[in-house]
């Protein structure tokens, strides 16, 4: 670790932080509420305080991949993270917002053709939120919080618009980077293959051999995508950002790292860095080792990390 950049180790504490009785059935506290785009509406949920007064609004932007409002999806992934946080915050008296992406979930009919995806898509979908957001006088401040890809989308998307900004387990470097250090344990022939395709994507050109083993990755139809995702760089990002930022990693995240947050903190010296020990990438407390890690994927009744919730909350309201 660099010791030019100061953290901030936050460990378990006895105190409580404020949570609703969990449950995956709606809460009388939820309501729905769509964001209406060009080629269908994108449907989420708000939760709201018990309190009628006027409260902050979180917008969470959810993680890469077909992940839902929930922070779960269709390929094995079920975390309820984000809706466990969304409780908790509404406990504290913040309000938020989460949402299905285009095309996942509920809203599926707002998804275009997969080779007409782009990373732009993503961040402009958050600007409309924002924007829905900044009309409602229930709402005294607004604060973006992005999760793994979403905190990009966030940064991204927050200026002018948001009050606050939260980066959740996210990249300190472009995706390419992210990605190639992801694949390093591949075969060497798929490595450089693999390496080699992210290049060409990168410098806008799009790659017409492919393996099947790396088809999930470089398909024809989402060279489109990828190649518009690896132009963003999230220090670039977040150095423009003119407004509060905490960022938030933990130690047992096992797609991201300390170093990533680390490296968002000296892009924005201004920022809050906060290192959550124990905490993994979809925001549980993980004691063992790599088997509870990835058995936490799956594990919709592991409560979030306690201490990302308070930090949360501090931030929000100091």
Not at 108 to 122: I, L, M, Q, T, V
Request: aromatic share 4%; glycine share 6%.
């Amino acid at each position: 670790m660099s010791n030019s950049l100061p953290l901030v180790f936050k460990r378990k504490k006895a105190e409580p932080v404020p949570t609703l009785p969990f449950t995956e059935k709606a809460s009388p506290l939820e309501h729905p509420i769509s964001l209406t785009t060009s080629t269908g509406k994108i449907a989420g949920t708000l939760t709201l305080p018990e309190k009628k007064e006027k409260a902050p609004v979180v917008l969470f932007i959810a993680g890469s991949g077909p992940t839902d409002r929930n922070g779960n999806n269709n390929t094995g992934l079920k975390t309820n993270c984000t809706l466990q946080l969304a409780r908790a915050l509404a406990a504290a008296g913040i309000a938020s917002v989460r949402y299905d992406k285009r095309g996942i979930a509920e809203s599926r009919d707002a998804g275009k053709p997969e080779a007409d995806g782009r990373f732009e898509d993503n961040i402009n979908d958050a600007k409309a939120w924002l924007e829905l957001l900044k009309k409602d006088n229930r709402f005294s401040k607004i604060i973006v919080a992005g999760h793994s890809e979403g905190s990009l989308i966030g940064m991204e998307a927050a200026n002018g618009l948001a009050d606050q900004f939260i980066s959740i387990a996210g990249a300190g470097e472009p995706a390419d980077q992210v990605l190639k250090k992801q694949l390093a344990n591949l075969p060497d022939s798929l490595r450089k293959e693999a390496y080699s395709g992210l290049d060409s994507l990168k410098n806008g050109h799009l790659v017409h051999q492919v393996s099947p083993q790396l088809f999930a990755l470089l398909r024809p139809s989402v060279q489109p995508y990828l190649a518009s995702w690896l132009q963003y760089d999230p220090q670039a990002a977040i150095k423009k950002l003119k407004i509060p930022a905490l960022i938030v990693q933990g130690t047992k995240d096992m797609q991201l790292s300390v170093a990533d947050a680390q490296n968002l903190k000296k892009a924005q010296p201004k920022s809050e860095l906060v290192i959550i020990e124990n905490m993994n990438h979809v925001l549980k407390d993980i004691s063992g080792g790599q088997q509870e890690n990835m058995r936490s994927y799956a594990r919709p009744d592991l409560p979030v990390d306690t201490t990302l919730v308070k930090t949360m909350i501090d931030f929000i309201l100091k």
